[in-house]
């Protein structure tokens, strides 16, 4: 069964200063997706940055990158240059292998609020 | 294109009571699933579907049935409604994503239900 686990509830930061929102994850599988969403309080899912399991690069999206480990098994995402717009509730999640029956399902971590402050 | 709409977005219930929760999608996805979320909590799946006539269950299906007949709609029916499925519900589709990705989310903008 697959896990994902965000350990941190809440996280603050001070504008235009980079934070790291943490993420592990737990699979056997080989070939798996890792996704970043941002829910701000209005509620919306929306999709930030993907990491593929065979992707040699980290990912990156404007100011959102993740860093990778994968012998690690974590999937951390990094805000550069805050902003007070970026303070919502970030969730972790891992799709699972296309091979299964249950191909492209998402797992998702209980999320990080985090606030921006000014 | 409209991308993934869910009707209605608040929605109030006396226990026992059943309802259903629309969802369309306008991208031609073949993969839809609906998903719930608690306070404290990620989202979790309730029942998703690989296209038209095609439905399985999810993490969490109890309580809930869905029927797919056209590739645009994946309804979610709650038989008989309880407190405990007072949540957030969401509708997504799968298909090619924006950022290169194979298979992309797009979730709806989500149903709020209390059961009381």
């Known amino acids: 069964a697959q896990k994902i686990t965000q350990t941190q509830p809440g996280m603050f930061v001070q504008e235009k200063e980079a934070v790291t929102l943490d993420c592990t994850y737990d699979?056997?599988?080989?070939?798996?997706?890792l996704f970043w969403y941002k829910q701000p309080s209005s509620g919306e899912m929306i999709f930030l940055i993907y990491q593929g399991s065979y992707d040699e690069q980290n990912a990156t999206e404007g100011r959102y990158s993740l860093n990778f480990q994968k012998a690690r098994k974590s999937a951390n995402l990094v805000i550069s240059a805050s902003q007070l717009g970026d303070s919502a509730m970030y969730f972790c999640a891992m799709r699972e292998p296309f091979s299964s029956g249950s191909a492209r399902q998402l797992t998702f971590g209980s999320g990080t609020q985090l606030t921006v402050l000014p | 294109n409209a991308g993934v709409t869910q009707t209605p977005k608040f929605q109030v219930l006396k226990t026992g009571q059943s309802m259903t929760l629309q969802c369309a999608q306008d991208m031609n996805h073949e993969y839809m699933s609906w998903y719930r979320q608690d306070p404290g909590m990620g989202l979790r799946l309730i029942h998703y579907s690989v296209g038209a006539g095609i439905t399985d269950q999810g993490e969490v299906p109890n309580g809930y049935n869905v029927s797919r007949s056209t590739t645009e709609d994946f309804p979610l029916r709650l038989l008989s409604a309880a407190p405990s499925q007072t949540s957030v519900y969401f509708c997504a589709s799968q298909g090619p994503g924006l950022a290169g990705t194979s298979y992309e989310q797009y979730f709806g903008p989500g149903t709020r239900l209390t059961v009381t």
């Open positions: 699979t056997s599988d080989q070939s798996y997706g």
